[in-house]
C-alpha cells in the first residue's frame, strides 16, 4: 500500500478518531462500569503500594508498607495469604518472570526480594550488596526472561538476573537521567523496554541495553504499560492527567516517538495505569475513579465516576487505588493502598448507556463535523499525512515516512 493508498483508504478511521479526540471532552458520561463484591485483606490500612500479576493471570501479589506481601487469587481474592518477611521496607514495585514461575519485588534501602511460585516463599536477592541503600522504584523484565531492568531514584537503572544458586548479575545502564525512575514496561514479545521518570521524560532501552531518550521531558510521568499483545507501543502517565503513546521503532529505537494528551474535565490526579485486556488499560484517578484507555483507538473513555464510588461505600472511595486486574474485558478487581479489593462489573443494559452510550453520543454529536472534516482531510495532503503520523497504524506511518523520505531526496 502506498502513500496515495493511505490518502485515500485511511480517511473514516483517521477521521472518526480526530473527531472523537474533538468531542470526547464535551461528552458528560455516567460510570460504565459499578462496583460489587468486597474483600479485605485485614482490618487495619496496611500501606500497599501496588500489585503485579502472573502472566497466566492466576495470582496477584500485593506489597507496600512494613514488607509486607500478599499472595491472592486472582479469580477468587477471598482466597489469600500474607507471605512471611522479616524486613521492615516499604516495596514499591513487582514485576513477574514471563514464566510466571518467580517475581522481582523492589523498594527501599535497595531491597530486592523473589518470590518463588512453588511454595510461595519470599527470599532476599542480595540487592543490598549492589545497589546500597538507593530507593528501588520500578521494575520489569524484558520480553525473553533474560533480563530484568530496575530503576531508582536520582535516575539509576540496572540490568538484572537471578544466578544458580541464588544472587545477581547485575549491570549499570549507561546513558541515565538524574530524576526518579518511576516506571518501566516492557513489550510482551521484543525485548524494547520503556523508562518513564520524573522530570528526564520517557525513554527506551533496545534489545542492546541501550537508553535513547525520545521526549516527554518536563512532564512528571508516574507509571507506565505496554498492554497491546501485537503493536509495538506503551502508555505511560503523569499526574497531572497526561497522557503519553509511545510508538517504538523496534529497528531503530531513538526514533521511537511520543505523543502526549491532556484529558480535560477529569476531577482529580493520575493515580496509576493496569493493563485490563489486549491493548486496553486502566488508569486509577484520586479521589476513586477509573478511566479506560483504548491503545488501538487511541482515545480515552469514563469508566466509574468518583460520585458512584462514593455512593457505593464513601469510606471505600476515600482509599487510593494502586491496582486493578482484569476478570474479563469490561470486569474485574481493583485494590487500595489500605487493602481494600473490589469487584466492578458492567452496568446492567437498563441503566446508564454505558460504553455503548458514550459512543452513540460521539456519533450523534459527530455526524455533521465528520463530513466536513473528511472532506478537509482529502483534499489536503498535507494534513491527511500529519493525522496519519499522529493516529494512524504502523504500516500506514511507516508509508508516510517512506514518502517523505523519497521526496525530501528529490
Known sequence: M???????????????????????PIISADSVVELGEVVRLGEVDLGLEGAAVSPDSEIVIAHGADSSIFLIQASQPQTHSKLDWGGVEMLLDADFHPGGQTAFIVGEEGVVLRFTREGGTVD????????????????SWNADGSWAY?????????????????GMEVHPIEGRGTSDVNAIACLAGINICIVSTSVDGIGVIDANHELHWIGGTGYPWIDAVCPSRGENACVS???????????LEIEDASSSEVT???????????????????GTTIVSVVPFAMIEHDLSLRLSFPWLENSDAVSFDSAISGERLVATWSADVHSGWVITSSGTIVAFNPISDE?????????IGVVILGGAILMALSLIVSSSPLLREWLTLRIGSDEERKDVLREQRRRGRR
Open 351 to 359: 441503566r446508564a448507556g454505558g460504553i455503548l452510550g458514550i459512543w
Open 124 to 139: 532476599s536477592a542480595g540487592g543490598e550488596s549492589f545497589f546500597g541503600r538507593t530507593e528501588l522504584r520500578s521494575v
Open 260 to 278: 502526549i494528551v491532556q484529558l480535560q474535565n477529569v476531577n482529580g490526579q493520575f493515580g496509576g495505569v493496569s493493563e485490563q485486556s489486549d
Open 150 to 166: 530496575i530503576g531508582g531514584e536520582m535516575g539509576w537503572i540496572w540490568r538484572v538476573r537471578g544466578l544458580e544458586g541464588g
Open 2 to 24: 502506498g502513500p496515495s493508498d493511505v490518502a485515500g483508504g485511511m480517511g473514516n478511521r483517521v477521521v472518526a478518531s480526530a473527531i472523537v479526540l474533538l468531542l470526547l
Open 237 to 247: 502517565i503523569s499526574n497531572e492527567r497526561n497522557i503519553a503513546i509511545i510508538d
